[in-house]
């Protein structure tokens, strides 16, 4: 595993993204994870900016949608134009053909457009009249959802947000996050001199390294532990599908080749857990009523479920 090439990646999109090492290495953790990540927080923290970086860090194609109720499913995949010079069809391709995707605000379009993604998150193919074409290696989803401002909305269903590896929140910078993104963005925009540190190949082929990064027994038994453990809660309805099992080992094994290591350790699974399992969690009545959120419970579950001695 190229562990030096990660570290050259988060580094250099913090050159443009300042103050926030955890949601670049989490966004990190996403693409090598060969999964796609939900950014939810309010307006006018980066989340644009964040993917962009993304893109420009890794050479790769980057493609912008923004989500608004009368788009439709051929605006993502693309569509079949009648050609009268050649008395043919030809295929126009849409946004989604491209390596880095920001699916901006994603709630604000119907629910038939927002399923037209679920294919090209899955199966990393596009159908359009019968004919499926690949898409680019890496493709990576970023979707943006905004947690205030909610009339005209429509909440991503259960199905299709099981589909995202992680969930992610920015949140506010601190003071001294805010003085230095003034002071960098002042006289210039670091975004327009930020240059590559790696090829998309290089991305595809960290995601195949990823997959030999060790996972021992015990560490396995923790992350079913605390998966079966969301389903057994009082507080919940649904707990979290064997996708979620799978998407803790994908994750775990993505961090711990960020931080430079060959195997996983249970703090990674505490640490990545409230990322990857809370978003597919469905909470009892009684609990959405009170505002609790599924967070807390995740920590309630971490706290309780036996961690095993750490091996490599």
């Known amino acids: ?168 929140h920015l949140g506010y910078p601190d003071k001294v996050e805010e003085v230095s993104i003034l002071e960098r963005f002042q006289e210039e925009d670091p975004l327009a001199e930020l240059t590559a540190v790696a090829t998309p190949g290089q991305i595809t082929d960290l995601q195949h390294a990823r997959k030999r990064i060790r996972i021992s027994p015990e560490v396995r038994q923790y992350i079913a532990d605390v998966v079966r453990a969301t389903r057994n809660h009082e507080a919940l309805r649904f707990g979290a599908s064997p996708r979620g099992s799978m998407g803790l080992m994908r994750t775990g094994q993505a961090l711990a080749a960020l931080r430079g290591r060959e195997y996983v350790l249970p703090d990674d699974i505490k640490y990545l857990a409230p990322h990857v399992l809370a978003h597919r969690l469905i909470l009892k009545t009684e609990e959405r009523l009170r505002s609790q959120k599924p967070e807390h419970f995740i920590q309630e579950i971490i706290a309780q479920v036996p961690v095993p001695t750490p091996t490599a």
């Open 1 to 168: 595993m190229d562990f030096i090439l990660c570290k050259k990646i988060i580094e250099n999109i913090s050159r443009v993204f300042v103050g926030k090492s955890r949601p670049i290495e989490l966004l990190l953790v996403g693409l090598l994870g060969e999964g796609h990540v939900l950014l939810e927080d309010v307006p006018g923290v980066g989340k644009t900016l964040l993917a962009k970086s993304l893109a420009r860090s890794i050479s790769g194609s980057f493609t912008r949608v923004q989500f608004t109720p009368d788009l439709l499913p051929a605006d993502i995949t693309g569509f079949n134009v009648y050609d009268q010079k050649t008395g043919q069809f030809k295929f126009q391709a849409g946004p989604v053909i491209t390596n880095i995707l920001l699916a901006d605000e994603i709630n604000r379009t119907v629910p038939r457009t927002q399923a037209s993604l679920l294919e090209s998150m899955e199966e990393r193919q596009v159908t359009v009249d019968g004919e499926t074409l690949s898409l680019p290696e890496p493709f990576f989803v970023m979707a943006t959802q905004n947690p205030i401002e909610l009339e005209g909305t429509f909440p991503l269903p259960e199905a299709q947000l099981d589909r995202f590896l992680l969930k992610i």
